[in-house]
């Protein structure tokens, strides 16, 4: 069965350090897709990146970057040099696709960030 | 307005009345979904809508009763809650629905229930 796991429930880190959050997925989809979102204290997600389970390319944006290994089903995201407007709830996320054409989209528990002045 | 709007955003009920959750999109997204998220909980897909159709309904009681007119409104109606179901109610929309499932969500800013 599909399974998105973030086993880091709260990570605080000082201002300024490099902190990774990680993400584990089950699949026996060969076809899927990863997503990572942002949960401020507003409380509506947002939408960070998304990657296809046939390219594993790395993808770095800004301070943001991300790391897919199929090997390990993993997709960690790294934030370097962190800052104070980064404190939110990440949520990784699997898509697959069904034989009825529709998808099934698991959400992982969440890791709460708190980054430190 | 731009983005994805839910009325109201905090909402207290008894478990004996009837109230309505609305959400719209002003992206031209064809998909809609409702999610629920309760603490240290994963956050659970409810309904997904494609083209005004409802496609999935994980299992999601019937005092939760889903609405959606068009592609731009979506309704969560709800009646004889249980305090249980306090949480933040979340609304979501993307493009196809369909397929393999390759389009990021658009969330609105939830609206939280509590349920006296």
């Known amino acids: 069965a599909q399974k998105v796991t973030q086993a880091q429930t709260e990570i605080s880190v000082v201002e300024k350090e490099d902190v990774t959050l990680d993400c584990v997925y089950e699949?026996?989809?060969?076809?899927?897709?990863l997503f990572w979102y942002k949960q401020p204290p507003s409380g509506e997600l947002v939408f960070l990146i998304r990657?296809?389970?046939?390219?594993?390319q790395n993808e770095i944006s800004g301070r943001y970057s991300w790391n897919f290994q199929k090997s390990t089903s993993s997709f960690n995201f790294t934030i370097t040099a962190s800052q104070v407007v980064d404190s939110a709830v990440y949520f990784c996320?699997?898509?697959?696709?069904?034989?009825?054409?529709?998808?099934?989209?698991?959400f992982g528990t969440g890791t709460r960030l708190k980054v430190l002045a | 307005e731009t983005g994805v709007t839910q009325t109201p955003r905090h909402l207290v009920m008894g478990m004996t009345n009837k109230k309505s959750l609305k959400c719209e999109q002003h992206?031209?997204?064809?998909?809609m979904y409702w999610y629920k998220q309760s603490a240290k909980k994963p956050l659970e897909l409810m309904f997904v809508?494609?083209?005004?159709?409802?496609?999935e309904n994980n299992s999601v009681p019937s005092r939760f009763s889903p609405e959606c007119p068009n592609s731009s409104h979506l309704f969560l109606h709800l009646h004889t809650l249980q305090p249980e179901d306090s949480a933040l109610y979340l609304c979501?929309?993307?493009?196809?629905?369909?397929?393999?499932?390759?389009?990021?969500?658009?969330f609105g800013p939830g609206t939280r229930l509590t349920v006296l």
């Open positions: 979501a929309s993307s493009q196809v629905a369909g397929g393999l499932g390759n389009n990021e969500q658009f």
């Open positions: 699949t026996r989809d060969t076809t899927y897709y």
């Open positions: 990657r296809n389970s046939f390219d594993e």
């Open positions: 996320a699997l898509s697959e696709g069904r034989t009825s054409g529709t998808y099934k989209y698991i």
């Open positions: 992206l031209g997204h064809n998909a």
């Open positions: 809508y494609n083209f005004k159709e409802q496609t």
